[in-house]
């Protein structure tokens, strides 16, 4: 099969022949019908993050924003058959039995493997993933469409779900990029008055069409909740100042360098500053029935696998409106 090989940290990507991966008997081999380009993949081949580059599979197959086809299932598998529509997110696998796995919180596993990271992930014609963590694909949904909703989608849905935002409260998002075009959209479908802020023009134009009540490179009217899906430490320091009393800073952009908080603000302000991480199976399943309904839709343009590097390179120079997403042949 072709598959794109990240060989090295700062190493351009290459497109080589591997051999077709065998499912164990609890996982099932999917053809990839579609495989998004997340910032994080840019992050993880440019070694940005200390915490996950240790964990790192070298070489490895990025892409963990996945819809394909089951071609084949492991002999333990029951829950999915071949030719089911299937969505392969971040998570690969966790654990079931630590204190998060039984709360619920399965994304705070610490035995966690994750799909294009500690496992071959979708830039390739086929990969194969754990069956209990694929996601049914609604029919109504086209797979390309799709794809980004595996991560993009179900980390803003996971952030704002966790925010508390209420229907009638302000949200601002800050970056309107794969994140934050669809965070604008979940959060429109929550009753918020949405305000949305790039650097990019071609950013707010997206963000208007996407439902945005106002737009702007900086300063919109304080926000009961900020969301941050910009990989900038500039970004953050903006939508602490533009937080109203009692708000609430989701920690979803992951720039390498941390940002400065003023324990004297926090405290006047009881802000509130707290992390999200991608999102659970429960989670998923929601936002696919948010996305069958009409709600959510990924902006998103198709390019050939063989040119994920290029795709990448985009990214980086904040050029892409929306999501890039591969297809083999
Ligand atoms: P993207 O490149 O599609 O979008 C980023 C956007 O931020 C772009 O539109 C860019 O123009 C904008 N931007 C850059 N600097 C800015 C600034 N100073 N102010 C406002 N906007 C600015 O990226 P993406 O795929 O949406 O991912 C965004 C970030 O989220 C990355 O750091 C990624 O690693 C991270 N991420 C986190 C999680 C999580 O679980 N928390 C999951 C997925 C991605
Ligand atoms: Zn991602
Ligand atoms: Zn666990």
Known sequence: MKAVLLRGFGQPLTLEELAVPQPLADEVLVKVHACGVCHSDLHLAEGDWDLLKDMTKLPLVLGHEVVGVVDSVGENVTSLRAGDRVGVP????????????????????????????????????FLKAKAEYCAKIPANLESAATAPLLCAGLTAYRALKQSGLAAGQRLTVYGIGGLGHLAIQIGKAKGAVVSAVDIEEAKLELAKECGADWTGREKPERAHVAIVTAANVKAYETALKGLKKGGTLMVVGMPAEPFPVSAVRMVSGEYRIMGSAVGTRQDLRELLELAAEGQVRCRHEVRPLAEAGAALEELKRNRVSGRLVLQAG
Do not use: F, P
């Not at 654990?95 to 830039?123: A, F, M, N, P, W």
């Open 90 to 125: 971040w998570l690969h696998w966790t654990c079931g039995k630590c204190e998060y796995c039984r709360e619920g919180r399965e994304v705070l596993c610490s035995k966690q493997t994750i799909t294009g990271v500690t496992v071959d992930g979708g830039y390739a014609e």
